[in-house]
């Protein structure tokens, strides 16, 4: 695992290239370790999830400084308005007029009340409680939609100038979205994972 000062749980130096290296392979790690899986309304996800707290890690690398926040279990959510994912929250120190990239990956679900019906999960990033702009319409950045009784892994990422001011919060909403049925946004294993130069 690597570590905060540059090592991994070896003891080992890691050099800039094995640092970034060691990031795509926790990556991949992560995307293959998330199958599809039934959703359980009792509130599990299947085996594997867990309670365990959320924990906010970062490390330093060639292509800057990286903060990250993992969360397990089920967050869900009825509303039709944006609403903060439990958990998901990072604050950092930038570099003025600096850029950082904002990437949220979650395991999702939308769950109509009526089945067969339309639905979808739909998301945002904020900065400083402001949202940030995406691709194309960043009032609709669709998650995932509805697809049945199972979960899927699902990213987005997002790019944010950093201006004057250093000390910023990240954080990631969601909300349900349907043209004819009430029902439930599901979130199950999710990341906030923000690049960054630090000042």
């Known amino acids: 695992m690597l570590l905060s000062d540059g090592t991994d749980n070896q003891g080992m130096t890691m050099t800039p290239k094995g640092k970034i290296a060691a990031g795509a392979l926790v990556a991949l790690a992560i995307a293959a370790a998330a199958p599809a899986r039934a959703f359980d309304p009792a509130g599990r996800a299947g085996p594997g999830s867990g309670e365990a707290a959320a924990e906010a890690t970062s490390f330093d690398s060639a292509i800057g400084r990286v903060a990250s926040v993992f969360a397990e279990g089920p967050a869900t959510t009825r509303s039709t308005t944006f609403v903060p994912v439990p958990d998901m929250v990072l604050d950092i120190r930038a570099r003025r007029r600096s850029h950082m990239v904002i990437t949220f990956t979650a395991e999702c679900q939308a769950g109509p009340d009526a ?80 690049m960054y130069q630090a000042p």
């Open 115 to 194: 089945s067969g019906e339309a639905a979808a999960v739909l998301v945002e990033a904020r900065v400083d409680g402001v949202r940030v702009p995406g691709l194309g319409d960043f009032n609709n950045i669709v998650l995932c939609s509805d697809k049945g009784f199972f979960l899927e892994a699902h990213s987005f990422q997002w790019h944010f100038a950093v201006g004057r001011k250093p000390a910023r919060q990240i954080s990631i909403h969601f909300r349900y979205a349907s043209n004819s049925v009430q029902g439930d946004a599901r979130l199950s294993d999710r990341m906030l994972s923000v």
